[in-house]
Nanobody, 116 residues
Framework: QVQLVESGGGLVQAGGSLRLSCAAS????????MGWYRQVPGKERELVAF???????YYGDSVQGRFTISRDNAKNTTYLQMNSLKSEDTAMYYC??????????WGQGTQVTVSS
């Protein structure tokens, strides 16, 4: 099993920045893919960004150029730097991890609220 713990969410004004962190523990040897998802009530969970162990990256169209995903393998931690935040970025953000896709294991979520 893998445990994921997110931190760094909060309330920020539009145009501001936040950095989310996701610390992984447990059977992390099986983890290749790490990612960040977000979800608002009534909508499906959306993949925001993804990073593989080898450094391959993916960003959703809505965050391209504003968000940056990174990982520190020595600390088993993945980060999501969010800049130029918009009100539509308001959501619960979840860290995901997996062997191929970052959706085998989930964190508890951290709320990000952007005020306009």
């Amino acid at each position: 099993q893998v445990q994921l713990v997110e931190s760094g969410g909060g309330l920020v004004q539009a145009g501001g920045s936040l950095r989310l962190s996701c610390a992984a523990s447990g059977s992390i040897f099986s983890i290749n893919a790490m990612g960040w998802y977000r979800q608002v009530p009534g909508k499906e969970r959306e993949l925001v960004a993804f990073i593989s162990l080898s450094g391959n990256l993916y960003y959703g169209d809505s965050v391209q150029g504003r968000f940056t995903i990174s990982r520190d393998n020595a600390k088993n931690t993945t980060y999501l730097q969010m800049n130029s935040l918009k009100s539509e970025d308001t959501a619960m953000y979840y860290c995901g991890a997996g062997e191929v896709s970052p959706n085998d294991y989930w964190g508890q979520g951290t709320q990000v609220t952007v005020s306009s």
